[in-house]
T-cell receptor, first 110, second 116 residues
Framework: RKEVEQDPGPFNVPEGATVAFNCTYS??????FFWYRQDCRKEPKLLMS???SGNEDGRFTAQLNRASQYISLLIRDSKLSDSATYLC???????????FGSGTKLNVKP | GAVVSQHPSWVICKSGTSVKIECRSL??????MFWYRQFPKQSLMLMAT?????????EQGVEKDKFLINHASLTLSTLTVTSAHPEDSSFYIC????????????FGPGTRLTVT
């Protein structure tokens, strides 16, 4: 079983829509969780951290559910510039083990 | 701050040759650097963790004699793909942490390797 699983999409949404992605992880010992954004043929860049209490940054909200072992990312009022692949990342062992999901592709259309 | 560079960004080589990829932390010292490989439409797969001045720790299934990693200084790690084969064609990305207590990894722009 994969460490981290994501729906690959693509999610095709119109501008202004609200879209949500989920990501499940298999190891309950996982310690830290993040969402990264990766544009085509570019390196991943940190989008936001994920906490049990929820984390909001502008139009982006991330949530962690340890009991069900999943994390989520909600994007409100989608912009064209939000089009990218969103990777969830699960970390163990003092931040030396990063496990990436395969990514969920988002296409925001005018 | 926290910029990581990679060189080259793109390389084509013939089967059987070796290719060296450099990863540099430009404005910080990186005690730990990581090497990832990403095939199209797949996730990043950690290949090895590189600590300055010591041998790299390879993930299961990664051949250490084929993927040679050297972390000679706090700002430079190199990955050499030896005797490259077409199946080694991939996007290789390095990342670096700014310190032992830092969770964030800063990624280099990646190197696209094509082996013909």
């Amino acid at each position: 079983r994969k460490e981290v699983e994501q729906d690959p999409g693509p999610f095709n949404v119109p501008e202004g829509a609200t879209v949500a992605f989920n990501c499940t992880y298999s190891n309950s010992a996982s310690q830290s969780f993040f969402w990264y954004r990766q544009d085509c043929r570019k390196e991943p860049k940190l989008l936001m951290s994920v906490y049990s209490s929820g984390n909001e940054d502008g139009r982006f909200t991330a949530q962690l559910n340890r009991a069900s072992q999943y994390i989520s990312l909600l994007i409100r009022d989608s912009k064209l510039s939000d089009s990218a692949t969103y990777l969830c990342v699960v970390i163990r062992y003092n931040f030396n083990k990063f496990y990436f999901g395969s990514g969920t592709k988002l296409n925001v259309k005018p | 701050g926290a910029v990581v560079s990679q060189h080259p960004s793109w390389v084509i080589c013939k089967s059987g040759t070796s290719v060296k990829i450099e990863c540099r932390s430009l404005d910080f010292q990186a005690t730990t650097m990581f090497w990832y490989r990403q095939f199209p439409k797949q996730s990043l797969m950690l290949m090895a963790t590189s600590n300055e001045g010591s041998k790299a720790t390879y993930e299961q299934g990664v051949e250490k004699d084929k993927f040679l990693i050297n972390h000679a200084s706090l700002t430079l790690s190199t990955l050499t793909v030896t005797s490259a084969h077409p199946e080694d064609s991939s996007f290789y990305i390095c990342s670096a942490r700014t310190g032992l207590g830092a969770y964030e990894q800063y990624f280099g722009p990646g190197t696209r390797l094509t082996v013909t």
